[in-house]
Nanobody, 124 residues
Framework: VQLAESGGGLVQPGGSLRLSCVASGFTLEHYDIGWIRQAPGKEREGVGCISGIVGDADYTSSVKGRFTVSRDNAAKNMVYLQINGLKPEDTGVYYC?????????????????WGPGTQVTVSS
């Protein structure tokens, strides 16, 4: 059972990225999936999540309107984080994480499974 993120990189302020999270060994459809970031010198922060059964999403206030978590309805083992309007303060390592659940909370950091992370750097 593994998770792996991809899609990070260096982007200018105002740009966009789509991060992907792929699961190996299980499907994600019945799991709460969280996206958590860790900025340099700071603690991990949950930024968004999508619920396993209810299917709704939740976001921390600093990213609402810019971040969107979605599932790939065809590929049951893929979840995405679309990031628009990137800001320098969005820089950090972004992790996806999974936990069996029904309704997620973006601030939750207690997940059973974690990916290794992907670096996002926002700089001009």
């Amino acid at each position: 059972v593994q998770l792996a993120e991809s899609g990070g990189g260096l982007v200018q302020p105002g740009g966009s990225l789509r991060l992907s999270c792929v699961a190996s060994g299980f499907t994600l459809e019945h799991y709460d999936i969280g996206w958590i970031r860790q900025a340099p010198g700071k603690e991990r922060e949950g930024v968004g999540c999508i619920s396993g059964i209810v299917g709704d999403a939740d976001y921390t206030s600093s990213v609402k309107g810019r971040f969107t978590v979605s599932r790939d309805n065809a590929a049951k083992n893929m979840v995405y984080l679309q990031i628009n309007g990137l800001k320098p303060e969005d820089t950090g390592v972004y992790y996806c994480a999974a936990d069996p659940g029904a309704r997620c909370n973006s601030g939750n950091l207690y997940y059973d499974y974690w990916g290794p992370g992907t670096q996002v750097t926002v700089s001009s």
